[in-house]
């Protein structure tokens, strides 16, 4: 089945850093990629939704300034978050499209302190 | 405002049994609903999908009902088996050709042996 991978898995960071996510389809091209963000013991977030070649569409109440996303190629997408703060210590996870689904990644771990 | 709600947080099933995971939702414009199994620290893997033209579709021990009317969905799991363990989510698709996904917020089930 389809791989999307995900790097790092896990990163801590200090405020006010910036920590970059890499998101991989490993055996297909992806067209479109989805950022989600999971809060403990909450749903999966979807942040937005990241076409490659063109800007990102974010969803409403998430600041594309603090959260860069480029899809650079059909088979990566990064997530970058700005001037971290402790509250954007959170579970990243990125998903990928193919005709066939969507396919999610296994997760980034993000801890600023 | 929760599009997509599991009222369920928890469900504690005994092995053979059957699990009957719940989710309720609002928009009657969703057109695709999925279920995803989650283990901690890991991405969502998709278990099984039904479109908003059926009322079942089944693959295995997997079963999912769609009740239009009513705007629920469900999944039933039998029998279930230790390894069902994990937390559920549902989701839909708010509109097709997009492949947004809205996430409910997640059943934690618990298959006894």
């Known amino acids: 089945g389809a791989v999307v991978s995900q790097h790092p898995s896990r990163v801590i960071c200090k405020s006010g850093t910036s920590v970059k996510i890499e998101c991989r389809s490993l055996?297909?091209?992806?067209?479109?990629m989805f950022w989600y963000r999971q809060f403990p013991k909450k749903s999966l977030m979807l942040m937005a939704t990241?076409?490659?070649?063109?800007?990102?569409?974010?969803e409403q109440g998430v600041e594309k300034d603090k959260f860069l996303i480029n899809h650079a190629s059909l088979t990566l997408s990064t997530l970058t978050v700005t001037s971290a703060h402790p509250e954007d210590s959170s579970f990243y996870i990125c998903?990928?499209?193919?005709?066939?689904?969507?396919?999610f990644g296994p997760g980034t771990r993000l801890t600023v302190t | 405002d929760q599009q997509v709600k599991q009222n369920s947080p928890s469900l504690s099933v005994q092995e053979g049994r059957i699990s009957i995971l719940n989710c309720d939702y609002t928009?009657?414009?969703?057109?695709?609903f999925l279920w995803y199994k989650k283990y901690p620290a890991e991405g969502p893997t998709f278990l099984i999908s039904?479109?908003?033209?059926?009322d079942k579709n089944e693959d295995g021990r997997f079963t999912v009902f769609l009740n239009k009317s009513a705007k629920h969905l469900s999944l039933h799991i039998v029998p279930s088996q230790p390894g069902d363990s994990a937390v559920y989510f549902c989701?839909?698709?708010?509109?097709?050709?997009?492949?947004?996904?809205?996430f409910g917020t997640g059943t934690r089930l618990k298959v006894l042996a």
């Open positions: 990241s076409n490659e070649g063109s800007k990102a569409t974010y």
């Open positions: 989701a839909a698709s708010l509109v097709s050709g997009t492949y947004k996904y809205i």
């Open positions: 039904i479109s908003s033209i059926k």
């Open positions: 998903s990928a499209r193919e005709d066939r689904g969507q396919y």
């Open positions: 928009n009657s414009m969703f057109d695709y």
């Open positions: 055996d297909f091209q992806a067209t479109t």
